[in-house]
């Protein structure tokens, strides 16, 4: 996407959750990585990634950014323009990449700020449609309709039928649409997309992705969050924030864990730095998370903006007195 398009793609989306009242983290724009922005309004956190064409979104992005939302304890999505190189996004449809939610902006907008959800997903080169099954059998049922009259009417089999009243199926958007003209009844229920993107529990590392600590300080911090017992970690590929790290959870433990949001630089005089910064602390304070910056050098500043500042030797240090305790 080039830079004049994306702006205003970005700002499109910006406007659009600033109208719902959400709270806006700095953009990461044009850095590459597996988010754009991160919002929030009350309890829904979203994590957006803005792309052009959505299958230009890659296996170790998804990866990187569901691990991310499970980690915040928030929500994935992404927004984009359209499917292949030719075709836009159909607008109040849901696609899916990698598990991860993919509309429009007019969808976001509709859901957001019209609060009219969307009713159909995109599934294997098709759209569907989930059905309130009580009512297609209440329905058909008032009409007078036997399961095997009805399938024949709708032109399906007896089978289907009865997996749609289950509501064990969805129906595509094709027979959905005939069956609420025999009918003259809506049937069809609104896609609840926040549910749809439930917070992940457990993230398998795809085999294609590798990124660990590569330089002497990473190592080393990573040796400080395994001391203190921040083990569940995300070391991203392409971010100003370079590691998230919290302590290992079960399913059945409900308190929230605060997640600690790194950005390392070799030399606190690095020019990224002020950077680093910036996006670690908005970031993490619409997150809620606990910012940390970690540096190569000595520093004479313990925090800027309300970033914790420390140096490696002061990590290290740290580190070894800890050890002493124990």
């Not at 597996?34 to 052009?52: E, P, S």
């Not at 569901?66 to 996004?89: N, Q």
């Not at 749609?164 to 003209?181: F, G, K, N, W």
Request: proline fraction near 4%; aromatic fraction near 8%.
């Amino acid at each position: 996407m080039i830079a004049d398009e994306y702006q205003q793609f970005y700002r499109g989306v910006a406007q659009i959750l600033e109208k719902s009242h959400f709270d806006l983290s700095t953009p990461l724009l044009g850095c590459g990585g597996c988010f754009d922005l991160v919002a929030k309004k009350q309890t829904i956190l979203l994590l957006l990634k803005l792309v052009t064409n959505i299958d230009s979104f890659r296996e170790e992005q998804a990866f990187e950014l569901r691990k991310l939302a499970s980690m915040l304890d928030g929500f994935p999505l992404i927004i984009g323009k359209r499917i292949r190189s030719t075709t836009d996004i159909e607008n109040s449809i849901v696609y899916t990449r990698y598990q991860i939610p993919a509309v429009s902006l007019e969808t976001l907008y509709n859901l957001l700020v019209n609060h009219l959800p969307p009713l159909i997903y995109a599934h294997r080169g098709g759209f569907k449609v989930k059905f309130d099954g009580h009512l297609l059998k209440e329905k058909r049922l008032e009409k007078n309709y036997s399961m095997g009259d009805f399938a024949r009417e709708v032109g399906i089999s007896k089978r289907a039928i009865y997996e749609y009243e289950r509501s064990t199926v969805d129906v595509s958007l094709e027979t959905a649409m005939r069956i609420e003209e025999l009918l003259d009844e809506p049937l069809t229920l609104a896609i609840n997309l926040f549910e749809g993107m439930k917070r992940i529990g457990s993230v398998t590392t795809p085999s294609s992705f590798s990124s660990v600590p590569k330089s002497d300080i990473e190592r080393e911090v990573k040796k400080h969050f395994d001391a203190i017992g921040l083990k569940d970690q995300l070391w991203t590929k392409k971010l100003p924030i370079r590691v998230l790290a919290k302590t290992l959870i079960t399913q059945h433990e409900k308190d929230k864990i605060p997640t600690t949001i790194t950005g390392i630089a070799e030399e606190s005089s690095k020019d990224d730095i002020a950077k680093k910064i910036q996006i670690t602390y908005s970031v993490s304070r619409v997150a809620e998370a606990d910012p940390l910056i970690i540096v190569g050098s000595e520093t004479p500043k313990t925090n800027i903006d309300g970033v914790p500042i420390m140096s490696i030797d002061e990590l290290i240090k740290k580190k070894k007195d800890k050890k002493s305790e124990n």
